[in-house]
């Protein structure tokens, strides 16, 4: 649910295209590869590969990427562990939708 309206609500700014949205780490690995996006959002917590696998897949497959994790219950060290398999940041999923966009636009800053 958390997928679609973000996806909804980054769909209706100008500044953001979303090219895909999947449920799954495997599945997120394969739309990087296919869409070659700026920037991945990643969820920690997913079914298959979890969000440290499939970040860490993601960034092997397409290096240009930045992979920006969301979670809502990750610790300190799963968040650590995000980073360390490549993301450029981990942010809450309750964090207001400009900070998510703010991190998604820096995160893409630095690819382009």
Excluded: W
């Amino acid at each position: 649910m958390f997928r679609e309206a973000l996806e909804l609500l980054l769909g209706m700014r100008s500044d953001v295209q979303v090219v895909g949205a999947v449920g799954d780490g495997a599945a997120a690995v394969s739309a990087a590869v296919e869409h070659r996006p700026d920037v991945v959002l990643m969820d920690y917590r997913l079914p298959g590969l979890d969000g440290i696998q499939a970040t860490a897949q993601v960034v092997e497959a397409v290096p240009e990427v930045a992979v920006v994790a969301l979670t809502a219950s990750a610790d300190d060290a799963e968040r650590e562990a995000l980073v360390e398999a490549g993301a450029v940041v981990c942010l809450n999923k309750d964090q207001e939708l400009d900070d998510i966009v703010g991190a998604i636009l820096q995160a893409a800053a630095r690819v382009g």
